[in-house]
């Protein structure tokens, strides 16, 4: 939008927050496209997107006067117009330039937002877009007509142009015509893009009136054209398919790749109609609206769950219910890639960064997740990705002497399964070192025997200040990465796994509701009261003899389950006869309660914000006959046994 256009708005503020997102969106496109882009060979449907992006919201920018923006998004588009126009080749040096400006520009969007105290700096990043665009570009020469004009440009406006574009390069053979139905043409020798020169001409007339035919400066050979003569209009040329006349054939291949770019970018244009279109089929919605709405159907769901168990069942009432409170649920989910579109930019500079070569996969992107699990699940994986480059992959020479391809591989890949979301970031790297990771529990005085299972020398890693590295980078060696993901994904109600193999790879799966707010669970009674346990973690259940329990050195006892011995765990002093075998992390424990009331799905209240945090208790609900029930924590109570008891 034009500044004109932008005075008609009044005050702007209210368009802020969708400029916001929208340049978000933008970025992301830009930071997806340039990953993608192959020096040696660039993408020009590729090139063509990041230039639209940027111009984007270079023009959003303008309409807002967010100058410094704008100031760097046309320098961006500057080097952009060269290198889709092929009048330079891209470079490795290009796409890292252009996307620590895309940075910039998203620092600077997020400043502007509020979310950040302090403004970048963008100098540096304009400076060096600035330099690649002028390095290679050599001067050309551009034929301009403005026209045909529907009155007049002012003389003063007119004198500035000129002047200015005289400032710019070699201006000459001008042929003025300012009458209303009048052209105004001349030629422009410009070591700069056709975007500096239109930015300068947009000033005077609108864009529509510019027509620029820009070559390489030539030597006007005897008896050519008059420079004032006006050159003949020539008719773009129709591909049957034919070889012109004494065509060379280096020229016909030419022709054809120009015929194949402008129908590509026909098609560009019918998508980006659709994508217009779909848009108009959608609405922007504050978060904040959304989590409201969650809360008034999980109140709903608790209030139905209270006539049913007052009047019997509500065969209607309970599946209008469930569907309200699916379709409600589903508003609050985003896919997942909105958290994997980060890992390919951070792979790339791990992998400079380290001497790697390193391929990373994504697959099940479409999966979808609670928008507050996915806000969640982010800082987790980011240190999984981290440690696949940093600790998992070799060197490229490294690979090759143990007969594998110089690049290694990282798969990172998300499906529903049930109620979870599995997660899983697998590599094809050097897989752990069982003997470096006793040595070193052996060092740090961790008890643990030197023939103890694979799963448990595994499990070291994940403690708190472990790791197997030599020296402290700025990388990792800290030992603060995977106990933070076991942590973080505890605190989701999910689970960590590890499967490896040594020279074959780590595989680490990680497993998280599809989200928080509710939850299907079974609800067992200890001592009169109502417990909730997420059916997620439930194995199964079985009734217990008092043979069937064998006590142990200390103060507890196993439950024999086929041909495997877990440990007993007792609400305090209760002496339940049913035995809930639970899982969490790989491992179980049976959970010894007096009665299974049922399955229900349950609304999820934080009981640290309503009360205080209590061990072993998660979170709890309201049940249909108005009481409050405690959910468990099951990671909590298969590591430890509980030490609180019932009042």
């Not at 300068?200 to 400066?217: G, H, R, T, Y």
């Not at 390193?358 to 990705?385: C, N």
């Given at each position: 939008?034009?500044?004109?256009?932008?005075?008609?708005?009044?005050?702007?503020?209210?368009?802020?927050?969708?400029?916001?997102?929208?340049?978000?969106?933008?970025?992301?496109?830009?930071?997806?496209?340039?990953?993608?882009?192959?020096?040696?060979?660039?993408?020009?449907?590729?090139?063509?997107?990041?230039?639209?992006?940027?111009?984007?919201?270079?023009?959003?920018?303008?309409?807002?006067?967010?100058?410094?923006?704008?100031?760097?998004?046309?320098?961006?588009?500057?080097?952009?117009?060269?290198?889709?126009?092929?009048?330079?080749?891209?470079?490795?040096?290009?796409?890292?330039?252009?996307?620590?400006?895309?940075?910039?520009?998203?620092?600077?969007?997020?400043?502007?937002?509020?979310?950040?105290?302090?403004?970048?700096?963008?100098?540096?990043?304009?400076?060096?877009?600035?330099?690649?665009?002028?390095?290679?570009?050599?001067?050309?020469?551009?034929?301009?007509?403005?026209?045909?004009?529907?009155?007049?440009?002012?003389?003063?406006?007119?004198?500035?142009?000129?002047?200015?574009?005289?400032?710019?390069?070699?201006?000459?053979?001008?042929?003025?015509?300012?009458?209303?139905?009048?052209?105004?043409?001349?030629?422009?020798?410009?070591?700069?893009?056709?975007?500096?020169?239109?930015?300068?001409?947009?000033?005077?007339?609108?864009?529509?009136?510019?027509?620029?035919?820009?070559?390489?400066?030539?030597?006007?050979?005897?008896?050519?054209?008059?420079?004032?003569?006006?050159?003949?209009?020539?008719?773009?040329?129709?591909?049957?398919?034919?070889?012109?006349?004494?065509?060379?054939?280096?020229?016909?291949?030419?022709?054809?790749?120009?015929?194949?770019?402008?129908?590509?970018?026909?098609?560009?244009?019918?998508?980006?109609?659709?994508?217009?279109?779909?848009?108009?089929?959608?609405?922007?919605?504050?978060?904040?609206?959304?989590?409201?709405?969650?809360?008034?159907?999980?109140?709903?769901?608790?209030?139905?769950?209270?006539?049913?168990?007052?009047?019997?069942?509500?065969?209607?009432?309970?599946?209008?219910?469930?569907?309200?409170?699916?379709?409600?649920?589903?508003?609050?989910?985003?896919?997942?890639?909105?958290?994997?579109?980060?890992?390919?930019?951070?792979?790339?500079?791990?992998?400079?960064?380290?001497?790697?070569?390193?391929?990373?996969?994504?697959?099940?992107?479409?999966?979808?997740?609670?928008?507050?699990?996915?806000?969640?699940?982010?800082?987790?994986?980011?240190?999984?990705?981290?440690?696949?480059?940093?600790?998992?992959?070799?060197?490229?020479?490294?690979?090759?002497?143990?007969?594998?391809?110089?690049?290694?591989?990282?798969?990172?890949?998300?499906?529903?399964?049930?109620?979870?979301?599995?997660?899983?970031?697998?590599?094809?790297?050097?897989?752990?070192?069982?003997?470096?990771?006793?040595?070193?529990?052996?060092?740090?005085?961790?008890?643990?025997?030197?023939?103890?299972?694979?799963?448990?020398?595994?499990?070291?890693?994940?403690?708190?200040?472990?790791?197997?590295?030599?020296?402290?980078?700025?990388?990792?060696?800290?030992?603060?990465?995977?106990?933070?993901?076991?942590?973080?994904?505890?605190?989701?109600?999910?689970?960590?796994?590890?499967?490896?193999?040594?020279?074959?790879?780590?595989?680490?799966?990680?497993?998280?509701?599809?989200?928080?707010?509710?939850?299907?669970?079974?609800?067992?009674?200890?001592?009169?009261?109502?417990?909730?346990?997420?059916l997620a973690s439930v194995v199964e259940s079985r009734r217990v003899a008092a043979d069937e329990l064998r006590r142990v050195v200390g103060d507890g006892c196993t439950l024999r389950v086929r041909d495997e011995y877990l440990p007993v765990r007792r609400l305090g002093d209760a002496h339940g006869e049913i035995a809930v075998i639970i899982e969490a992390d790989g491992s179980r424990a049976a959970l010894m309660v007096d009665e299974l009331i049922g399955q229900q799905q349950v609304v999820v209240k934080s009981l640290e914000g309503?009360?205080?945090?209590?061990?072993?208790?998660?979170?709890?609900?309201?049940?249909?006959?108005?009481?409050?029930?405690?959910?468990?924590?099951?990671?909590?109570?298969?590591?430890?046994?509980?030490?609180?008891?019932?009042?």
């Amino acid at each position: 939008m034009s500044p004109r256009a932008a005075k008609g708005l009044g005050d702007a503020s209210a368009f802020h927050a969708i400029f916001f997102e929208e340049a978000d969106e933008h970025l992301a496109a830009v930071e997806s496209l340039l990953l993608r882009l192959d020096p040696g060979k660039p993408d020009a449907e590729a090139l063509n997107g990041i230039f639209r992006a940027v111009h984007s919201i270079k023009g959003s920018s303008g309409m807002f006067a967010f100058t410094e923006i704008v100031a760097l998004t046309h320098v961006f588009e500057n080097l952009l117009d060269l290198l889709r126009k092929d009048e330079r080749a891209l470079a490795r040096r290009d796409v890292d330039a252009m996307l620590r400006a895309s940075d910039v520009v998203k620092a600077q969007v997020a400043f502007r937002r509020g979310a950040t105290p302090a403004a970048p700096d963008m100098r540096a990043a304009e400076a060096e877009l600035r330099e690649l665009a002028a390095t290679g570009a050599g001067p050309r020469r551009f034929a301009v007509r403005l026209g045909p004009l529907a009155e007049p440009v002012a003389a003063a406006e007119l004198d500035t142009m000129l002047a200015g574009l005289a400032g710019m390069g070699e201006l000459a053979n001008r042929k003025i015509d300012n009458v209303a139905g009048g052209e105004i043409a001349f030629e422009l020798l410009l070591a700069g893009a056709e975007a500096d020169l239109r930015s300068v001409l947009e000033l005077v007339v609108a864009a529509s009136l510019i027509q620029i035919d820009s070559s390489a400066p030539t030597v006007q050979a005897p008896g050519a054209q008059a420079p004032d003569a006006q050159p003949p209009k020539r008719e773009a040329p129709v591909d049957d398919g034919s070889i012109e006349l004494f065509e060379a054939p280096s020229a016909y291949r030419e022709r054809r790749r120009g015929n194949r770019r402008r129908e590509e970018g026909r098609r560009e244009v019918d998508r980006a109609a659709g994508a217009a279109q779909a848009d108009a089929g959608s609405i922007r919605v504050n978060v904040e609206k959304i989590d409201r709405l969650v809360n008034l159907v999980g109140e709903l769901v608790i209030t139905e769950a209270m006539l049913e168990q007052q009047h019997g069942p509500l065969a209607d009432l309970a599946r209008h219910t469930r569907n309200l409170q699916e379709a409600v649920l589903a508003i609050r989910m985003v896919p997942i890639s909105a958290v994997f579109s980060r890992f390919p930019r951070l792979a790339r500079e791990l992998s400079q960064r380290l001497g790697k070569e390193v391929d990373l996969t994504l697959a099940g992107e479409a999966t979808e997740l609670d928008r507050g699990l996915i806000e969640r699940i982010t800082d987790p994986l980011t240190h999984l990705v981290r440690n696949a480059v940093d600790h998992g992959l070799e060197t490229p020479e490294a690979r090759l002497a143990a007969g594998k391809p110089r690049r290694g591989t990282i798969a990172l890949s998300a499906s529903q399964r049930g109620g979870k979301v599995i997660i899983e970031v697998r590599d094809d790297g050097a897989g752990l070192d069982r003997e470096r990771i006793l040595a070193r529990a052996a060092e740090r005085g961790m008890p643990i025997a030197a023939d103890a299972p694979d799963q448990e020398v595994w499990q070291l890693i994940f403690e708190p200040g472990f790791s197997t590295a030599d020296s402290v980078t700025e990388v990792s060696g800290r030992g603060v990465g995977m106990d933070v993901v076991r942590r973080n994904i505890k605190l989701l109600n999910g689970t960590v796994a590890l499967a490896t193999g040594k020279g074959r790879g780590t595989t680490v799966t990680v497993s998280v509701p599809l989200t928080l707010a509710i939850i299907e669970a079974m609800t067992v009674g200890v001592r009169g009261e109502t417990y909730v346990l997420p059916l997620a973690s439930v194995v199964e259940s079985r009734r217990v003899a008092a043979d069937e329990l064998r006590r142990v050195v200390g103060d507890g006892c196993t439950l024999r389950v086929r041909d495997e011995y877990l440990p007993v765990r007792r609400l305090g002093d209760a002496h339940g006869e049913i035995a809930v075998i639970i899982e969490a992390d790989g491992s179980r424990a049976a959970l010894m309660v007096d009665e299974l009331i049922g399955q229900q799905q349950v609304v999820v209240k934080s009981l640290e914000g309503n009360f205080r945090k209590v061990a072993g208790i998660s979170g709890a609900t309201i049940m249909g006959d108005g009481k409050v029930a405690l959910i468990f924590d099951v990671p909590h109570i298969v590591r430890e046994n509980l030490t609180w008891t019932l009042a």
